[in-house]
């Protein structure tokens, strides 16, 4: 076993964000640069020699290259065993799900979620702890540290393992096994849902849409919707993994997902229809003509909970990102259900799933999950929603529409303003910060402030405190507007200003959202002077 141990000195930008280290594939094809980062990762668990660990990614380019980089790596720092997806293909929710299924150590997944791929576009490296949840920040800043003092690491010199096979062979000590990545993952949601009525609603002239935007779901969807559940061939569209996502930006909102929309807002359009993201933990709910915001889903999900066979003893509670609605929040009430409001990031919901405290989480960015896993999961959402609707007999619309009568309507949505010139973004943000203390009482046009702050999170199962997580400006009505600079790209900075409006009386709920929420739209631009600070006119994106 010939092990070379390389010298190389730190890269100051390795510090890894809500979601692992993203950059451009330029940068992550420097040299050392994601050997380093790897290294980082090893040096940083203690204890992990001998051990398993899962390894895949989203079939984005540079997948393949650092996987067989990585395998290297892994043998040369006295790693087990490797499990990896056929193809270099996993599913963030599948790696997690095969990690706790295998008890693994834990596992690399390499994705940068629903940025654009490509040899012009980002990769993403991150790490998953033992219950298959992403790492906390103690473990991330343990791997930074590291990063910003290493001068070697260690790589095995051997022959590329063949990944388009099943098959168990070695690299060095160490065990490498193929595996297929779809069938741990299939039987956990056979597990959790009613197949049989599923396949009961889709015999029965019920007509879908699901939309992988040539991304990993596509091996996924394939499967589970045309092969186990009945589906007619092309019920999936764009389900062939490209390493470029096709050229398009697999993000499943109203803006990317255009070729779904298109198909879901037009004339015939099918009784159902789903997208999902580039790694396959976020997805996008419509029915004929109708569009399911993610916050008001992850509510009809709590509401609906006992009808599926996985949930039907209860919730122990439910938990939701800070800046997403709080229509859940009305749900658990009803339900004498305890609802925590965390941190944006997968990470910090954690805990909360581990401690019991939560059985369903969601996040306003098309994220949705259970504890069945630690991440977010895109065709589970898919399955939940499909088999709500098999049980009920109902369309999209009508269910959405009932749960607004009996819990009221949060009109909602979430602006984006992308690229960004990164200083003029932190000067907004900076601004409304040193404005928040002296902000509730103050009154604007219609709108009294009730509270205003930085949002703060104390962990109620470590105790550990995540500060200035987003600005807060909360309004007697129950109207919000939420602040925030997102991590998750990688050119400039992206300002998210997310608008809240509560609408108690059904007879206004049919309002156009944009027109509903235009008053604090005009306000947040009013608070924030944001074309001012963004040079932009308007958001880049809308959902």
Request: with cysteine; charged share 25%.
């Amino acid at each position: 076993m010939n092990i070379r141990t390389v010298s190389t000195t730190p890269f100051s930008d390795q510090k890894p964000g809500t979601s692992g280290l993203r950059k451009s594939v330029k940068v992550f094809q420097k040299p050392h640069y994601l050997e380093n980062f790897v290294q980082s990762i090893f040096d940083s668990l203690e204890g992990c020699e001998g051990q398993t660990i899962v390894l895949g990614g989203d079939g984005r380019y540079y997948n393949r290259e650092a996987i067989q980089v990585i395998m290297k790596m892994a043998a040369a720092n006295g790693i087990g065993r490797i499990l990896v997806g056929k193809g270099g293909i996993m599913s963030t929710p599948a790696a997690s799900a095969i990690i706790r299924q295998y008890q693994a150590f834990g596992g690399i997944v390499l994705s940068a979620s629903h940025n654009p791929g490509g040899p012009d576009g980002d990769f993403g490296i991150k790490y998953n702890i033992t219950n298959g949840g992403p790492a906390p920040e103690k473990v991330t800043e343990a791997i930074f540290a590291r990063s910003q003092v290493i001068d070697s690491y260690k790589i095995l010199e051997a022959d590329d393992i063949n990944l388009d096979k099943l098959t168990v062979t070695r690299l060095g000590e160490m065990s490498v096994e193929v595996i297929d990545p779809v069938e741990p993952y299939a039987r956990l949601m056979e597990s959790l849902f009613d197949f049989d009525k599923i396949r009961q609603l889709v015999k029965n002239d019920f007509a879908m849409c699901i939309d992988s935007m040539h991304a990993v779901t596509g091996t996924y969807a394939k499967d589970i919707f045309e092969k186990r559940l009945g589906a007619a061939e092309g019920t999936v569209q764009n389900g062939v993994p490209l390493e470029d996502f096709g050229g398009g930006h697999p993000d499943p909102n109203l803006v990317y997902a255009h070729d779904l929309v298109e198909i879901m807002f037009g004339q015939n359009a099918p009784d159902f229809g789903a997208a999902s993201d580039g790694d396959g933990d976020r997805n996008m709910i419509l029915g004929n003509n109708f569009f399911v915001t993610p916050s008001d889903s992850l509510a009809v999900l709590t509401a609906n909970a006992t009808l599926v066979p996985g949930y039907k003893d209860g919730l122990a509670g439910v938990a939701r990102s800070m800046p997403t609605s709080e229509a859940v929040d009305r749900v658990a009430e009803k339900l004498n259900i305890s609802c925590y409001e965390t941190p944006t990031g997968w990470k910090f919901f954690g805990n909360l799933l581990d401690a019991d405290k939560a059985t369903l989480c969601g996040e306003e960015s098309f994220g949705t999950g259970s504890n069945h896993v630690r991440e977010k999961d895109g065709l589970w959402a898919v399955l939940f929603w499909l088999n709500i609707l098999a049980v009920r007999g109902e369309s999209v619309e009508a269910i959405v529409k009932e749960h607004w009568k009996t819990y009221g309507r949060n009109f909602y949505s979430r602006h984006d303003y992308e690229e960004v010139d990164k200083e003029r973004a932190t000067q907004l943000m900076e601004r409304l910060r040193g404005m928040v203390s002296t902000m509730p009482g103050k009154k604007f046009g219609n709108y009294e402030v009730k509270y205003a702050d930085d949002f703060s999170y104390q962990d109620p199962v470590d105790g550990s405190v995540s500060q200035k997580q987003g600005l807060r400006i909360g309004f007697t009505d129950g109207s919000r507007i939420v602040f925030r600079l997102s991590g998750t790209g990688t050119k400039g900075a992206t300002l998210r200003v997310y608008i809240e409006s509560y609408e108690p009386d059904a007879s206004k709920h049919n309002t156009e959202t944009q027109k509903a929420l235009k008053p604090l739209i005009d306000l947040a631009q009013e608070i924030a002077q944001i074309k001012e600070y963004t040079q932009r006119d308007e958001p880049t994106v809308i959902t």
